[in-house]
């Protein structure tokens, strides 16, 4: 089956080769044009651009997906299906029409939950135990199209966004292809979504990655763990921002106001509505990167300091 993959990021990349290590015939990807990246801000190729690039295969960046010339080519090029994986553009219907199995999208939730740009940043945020990944029929609304097939993979106690997703876009490559396998066969079957159980996953802000110390220990883990490594958990100390990598609770600490900073000789703790949690990395602006304890040693953290 003549197929194009529509992606951007790197998540998108194994599903991509997978695709391109199938049984289908690859000719083309449609990715994001050249984005600025870098301290020199130059242009430079998304990983699924790259990707192709590298493999000798067709890269079309259309500007928007409505766009003629980039209609007229897909004509021109006639695929059978085009499987989506974060593309990052919304697909018109005048695109949606040209294959005639149409447009597959690999979505890392279990639909109807998490539906949007994180569905894998809100489930962690939210305390999920479960998620998983779901290949659904692409349509206008947002992803609310049949879906055809399911995997599950449950959340650990100390996934970042980041473990989960790399999990989720390997595993989903896989069944990205049995979907693909099953349409040129004629056995797929698509299932319309519930009515229920739906959630919505916008994308996480900057605002979002701030950490409320006045949140219970659990909340304030699953916050910095469902904004790593993007856009990153952070808070200020000496009114200079900060940011975080993971914390644990420390169930038996001692107590401390939120926010409120203890340094002891093999570990930073940091009080919140609840028990204390322990520091991971810290990096402050325009540093690199440091366990908490250098960082504390560093920077002089005196009795009583506290994030804001």
């Known amino acids: 089956m003549r197929v194009i993959f529509a992606g951007t990021p790197a998540v998108a990349v194994p599903a991509l080769a997978a695709v391109a290590a199938s049984r289908h015939e690859l000719v083309a990807v449609v990715t994001r044009p050249d984005a600025p990246a870098g301290r020199g801000r130059g242009l430079s190729r998304s990983p699924v651009g790259a990707w192709a690039d590298e493999h000798g295969v067709e890269v079309l960046t259309p500007a928007r997906p409505r766009d003629p010339e980039f209609?007229?080519?897909?004509?021109?090029?006639?695929?059978?299906?085009v499987p989506v994986v974060a593309y990052g553009a919304l697909v018109p219907p005048?695109?949606?029409?040209?294959?005639?199995?149409?447009?597959?999208?690999?979505?890392?939730?279990?639909?109807?939950?998490?539906?949007?740009?994180?569905?894998?940043?809100?489930?962690v945020l939210h305390g999920d135990e479960l998620t998983g990944a779901s290949v659904f029929q692409l349509e206008e609304g947002l992803d609310t199209g049949p879906v055809y097939g399911t995997l599950t993979d449950e959340i650990r106690a100390t996934d970042t966004s980041g473990d989960l997703l790399g999990r989720l876009a390997d595993?989903?490559?896989?069944?990205?292809?049995?979907?693909?396998?099953?349409?040129a066969d004629g056995t797929a079957r698509a299932e319309p979504q519930p009515a229920d159980g739906?959630?919505?996953?916008?994308?996480?802000?900057?605002?979002?990655?701030?950490?409320?110390?006045?949140?219970?220990?659990?909340?304030?883990d699953r916050r910095i763990r469902a904004c790593t490594p993007a856009p990153g958990g952070w808070t200020t100390f000496r009114d200079e921002r900060v940011k975080l990598g993971p914390v644990v609770p420390v169930p038996d600490g001692p107590e401390l106001k939120p926010g409120e900073l203890l340094v002891e000789k093999s570990r930073v703790l940091a009080g919140t509505a609840?028990?204390?949690?322990?520091?991971?990395?810290v990096r402050a602006a325009g540093k690199r990167a440091m366990d908490a304890t250098d960082w504390a040693r560093g920077v002089r953290v005196g009795t009583g300091e506290d994030f804001a």
């Open 71 to 81: 209609l007229d080519r897909l004509r021109e090029l006639e695929p059978a299906c």
């Open 94 to 123: 005048a695109a949606l029409e040209i294959p005639r199995h149409g447009w597959i999208n690999l979505h890392f939730s279990l639909l109807p939950a998490w539906r949007g740009a994180a569905p894998v940043q809100h489930a």
């Open 171 to 183: 595993s989903g490559a896989a069944l990205l292809v049995a979907v693909l396998d099953a349409i």
């Open 198 to 220: 739906v959630s919505l996953a916008p994308k996480l802000t900057v605002d979002d990655a701030r950490v409320r110390w006045g949140d219970p220990a659990f909340a304030v």
């Open 274 to 281: 609840t028990v204390p949690v322990r520091l991971g990395e």
